[in-house]
């Protein structure tokens, strides 16, 4: 079945770069999706990539893309204390109406 | 004006109690979700609704039921609560594949 796989904890000092990695199954997914959720609240959708791109970025975000090996990653640039949430990686199910969710990435942001 | 609202916020149960978290959307999608977060963050899909259909039900026990008067509402019924239920309930609703809008999240204790 679908399944999207990623790292559970990744620690970084403020001011570094945060790398965060997920491999997805569905090779067919049109889009591939980030999403935060900070304490006590819900996920929100960060970023996304559609699937004939290789990379994209947004600001201090930078998103990779490699097909071949189903490989998915996020680059937070000059990292904030502020981006200390989990970081869930996602694509949509096959036939739609679901959303396949990764474990989630607890980035945490040494000041 | 909240995309997805989701009441209450905290409930506080005992075992045994029926119970219901209620879900409006005023982005005017199709589909709507309900999720159960776990303690250890882990995202779980438990229905999924399109134009007031049941569309998923990822082998929930029949003490959930979800009732969709309109497409702009999910609400979730939980009959003879259980240890295990407690958790954090989100509901979502979605403009297609993938792309998810989160409510605030229902933290369910049940005692």
């Known amino acids: 079945g679908e399944d999207v796989e990623q790292s559970l904890f990744l620690s970084v000092r403020e001011g570094d770069s945060s790398v965060i990695n997920c491999t997805y199954t569905d090779s067919s997914s049109t889009y591939l999706y980030w999403y935060k959720q900070e304490p006590g609240a819900g996920l929100q959708l960060l970023t996304y990539i559609f699937s004939n791109m290789d990379m994209k970025q947004d600001q201090r975000l930078t998103v990779l893309l490699n097909k071949k090996d189903k490989h998915l990653s996020l680059r937070i640039a000059d990292t904030q204390t502020g981006d200390s949430a989990i970081y869930f990686c996602a694509e949509p199910a096959t036939g739609g109406f679901k959303t396949i969710f990764g474990a989630g990435t607890r980035l945490f942001v040494k000041a | 004006d909240t995309a997805v609202s989701q009441t209450p916020k905290y409930l506080v149960t005992q075992m045994g109690n029926d119970k219901s978290i209620k879900c409006e959307q005023n982005?005017?999608?199709?589909?709507m979700y309900w999720y159960k977060q776990d303690s250890k963050k882990f995202l779980k899909i438990m229905f999924s609704y399109n134009n007031k259909e049941l569309i998923i039900n990822e082998t929930v026990p029949n003490r959930f039921s979800p009732k969709s008067p309109d497409k702009a509402h999910l609400n979730l019924h939980i009959n003879s609560l259980e240890l295990g239920d407690s958790a954090v309930y989100f509901c979502a609703s979605s403009p297609g594949p993938g792309e998810a809008f989160f409510g605030q999240g229902t933290r369910l204790t049940v005692v």
């Open positions: 982005l005017g999608h199709d589909t």
